[in-house]
């Protein structure tokens, strides 16, 4: 299934949360297998995205790798495996906490992001405009 989100809770211990319609087939899936995995996909996988959403595309092909005894998307950006920690019925939706086990990030610095409907890339931040840099120069001094 293709998620709009899901967030880090803490550090100490590593758990994350993710948040399941109470409709949706992978509650119970979840539920009987006491754990989950997350893959956060990289810019260009839209397609991927889409696939999971409810618009399969059967032009996509080995999608899946292991880790953690789990399906994951090959090639994302970032993959978290997580056992089941805590699940909070929250009106429609079961919150599943998740303690992570194993987490693998791949090479490529891009998030695929979802916005207003369409997908898009964050904007390099490290090039501020000249009326920018005269500003903190200004401030520095």
């Not at 993710?18 to 839209?46: H, T, Y």
Request: glycine residues 8%; charged residues 20%; hydrophobic residues 50%.
């Amino acid at each position: 299934m293709t998620a709009n989100a899901f967030m880090s809770v803490s550090l100490d211990p590593p758990l994350i949360a993710i948040s399941i319609a109470e409709k949706a087939k992978m509650l119970g899936k979840i539920q009987r297998a006491g754990r989950f995995a997350v893959s956060v996909l990289a810019s260009g996988m839209d397609p991927v995205a889409w696939h999971f959403a409810g618009k399969p595309n059967d032009n996509l092909q080995n999608l899946f790798e292991t880790i953690g005894g789990l399906p994951v998307v090959r090639g994302a950006l970032a993959t978290f495996v997580a056992e089941v920690h805590d699940e909070i019925l929250a009106g429609d939706h079961t919150i599943f906490l998740g303690r992570v086990t194993t987490l693998v990030q791949a090479p490529e610095p891009q998030p695929l992001l979802f916005f207003k409907g369409k997908f898009g890339e964050i904007e390099d931040t490290r090039r501020a405009p000249a009326s920018m840099l005269k500003i903190e120069t200004e401030l520095m001094w």
